[in-house]
Nanobody, 115 residues
Framework: QVQLVESGGGLVQPGGSLRLSCTASGVISGIAVMGWYRQAPEKERELVAVITSGGSPRYAEPVKGRFAISRDNAKNTVYLQMNNLKAEDTAVYYC?????????WGKGTLVTVSS
């Protein structure tokens, strides 16, 4: 059974930085795609960034140039470095992996950007 554990959320001031981590357990072979989504209050869940097993990233337009996604395949871990955070980045951030044709989700970690 695949389980995802996220960490790194918290409260940060506008312009600050945070780094999220997500580690997958219960994985036997390689994970095809790993990524991050977010859901703000009263909004639908949206893509933030994804990265393939080969290291190719894709970003949502609102975070381009501010966020960086990376992964460590040996550790089955994906990271999200978030810089120059804005109030509109406030949301619960969810880790997602595509493994053997199925999607798996973490429980989410709250990021609050406020002064």
């Amino acid at each position: 059974q695949v389980q995802l554990v996220e960490s790194g959320g918290g409260l940060v001031q506008p312009g600050g930085s945070l780094r999220l981590s997500c580690t997958a357990s219960g994985v036997i072979s390689g994970i095809a795609v790993m990524g991050w989504y977010r859901q703000a209050p009263e909004k639908e869940r949206e893509l933030v960034a994804v990265i393939t097993s080969g290291g190719s990233p894709r970003y949502a337009e609102p975070v381009k140039g501010r966020f960086a996604i990376s992964r460590d395949n040996a550790k089955n871990t994906v990271y999200l470095q978030m810089n120059n955070l804005k109030a509109e980045d406030t949301a619960v951030y969810y880790c997602n992996v595509q493994y053997r044709g199925f999607p798996y989700w973490g429980k989410g970690t709250l990021v609050t950007v406020s002064s």
